[in-house]
Each structure stands twice: as C-alpha cells, then as structure tokens.
C-alpha cells in the first residue's frame, strides 16, 4: 500500500514557476514508476510527466517538454515536479501517482493516486 500526498500548487502568473512535491509512504516507494497527471475543468484526465523507480528515465507530454522536470529523491520517498514558464492552459488539478509497471504514461496502470493539488496560472 502506498499513501500519496501532494503539495506546492498555487496561484502564479504566466512565466511563473511552481515545485509540486508528492510524499509517499512506505517502504517500497522506490520500487515503483511514478507519474504526474493533470485535469482542467470540464476536461480530461491527461499526462504530464513520469519518472522510473531509478530516475534514470523521465517522460514528458509535449505540451510541458522543456518546461516541466521531475525527478525523485528514494531516500525521502518524494517526487517532485519543477514547473517553470508557466502558461494559463497549464491551470488544473494535478496529481500524482504511483505504478507498480513502472514508467508508464497511461493513468489506468497506475495503482495509487494522490488526492491533488490545485495550480492557477493567471493570464
């Protein structure tokens, strides 16, 4: 069982950046792939990025490539999402979640979810 709680979400203007950070319990953390999702209101669940148990493989959508990074610290069970030149389509709920396949950028292999963190993005 894993317990995923997310934090960092805010109100930024554009160009702005953000750091999520999502703490999980556990002992096993490190041996699962973990994602970061996003919905907007009235859309969509979509990904946004996924990192592999080691860290040594990340995934973007297109959407956030070359402004979003995550990466993971095993050691204090956390994975962190670094969001920078903000745009308002980037407004949601973003959550981030954990899959025992590993890196996965599919949300229905996930097996545990946070309960999200709300990021405003004003024009």
């Known amino acids: 069982q894993v317990q995923l709680v997310e934090s960092g979400g805010g109100l930024v203007q554009a160009g702005g950046s953000l750091r999520l950070s999502c703490a999980a319990s556990?002992?096993?953390?490190?041996?699962?792939?973990m994602g970061w999702f996003r919905q907007a209101p009235g859309k969509e669940r979509e990904f946004v990025a996924a990192i592999s148990w080691s860290g040594g493989s990340t995934y973007y959508a297109d959407s956030v490539k070359g402004r979003f990074t995550i990466s993971r610290d095993n050691a204090k069970n956390t994975v962190y999402l670094q969001m920078n030149s903000l745009k308002p389509e980037d407004t949601a709920v973003y959550y981030c979640a954990a899959s025992a396949l590993s890196t996965t950028r599919t949300d229905r292999e996930y097996d545990y979810w946070g309960q999200g963190t709300q990021v405003t993005v004003s024009s």
């Open positions: 556990g002992r096993t953390f490190r041996r699962y792939g």
